[in-house]
C-alpha cells in the first residue's frame, strides 16, 4: 500500500507527503530526520489515504499540493 499524508505543523500549517511505510515515515518526521519538516514540531497526523497503485498515490499527493486540491485540501480534509 503506498499512503498519501497530511501533517498539521506546530506553526498550523500543513505539510503534505506520501510514503510506503507510513508509520515508519511519521516517526521519522517527529524524530527530525526530514529536512522540510525538522524544526516544525510536535507534528499531528490530521489525514491519510491508503492506494494499491504508487501512481495514484503521488498524483493524488500533487493534485493536494496545487491550486484546486490545496483548496479541497483544507475546505475537506483538515
Not at 29 to 34: D, K, L, Q, S
Not at 51 to 72: D, H, N, Q, T
Amino acid at each position: 500500500m503506498f499512503y498519501v499524508y497530511i501533517l498539521q505543523l506546530k506553526d498550523h500549517s500543513y505539510y503534505v507527503g506520501y510514503s510506503e511505510n507510513l508509520k515508519t515515515r511519521i516517526m521519522e518526521h517527529n524524530r527530525g530526520m526530514v529536512k522540510t519538516t525538522k524544526n516544525k514540531g510536535p507534528l499531528e497526523l490530521v489525514f491519510y489515504s491508503a492506494f494499491k497503485s504508487k501512481l495514484k498515490a503521488v498524483k493524488f499527493e500533487r493534485y493536494l499540493k496545487e491550486g484546486s486540491g490545496f483548496a479541497f485540501r483544507n475546505k475537506r480534509l483538515v
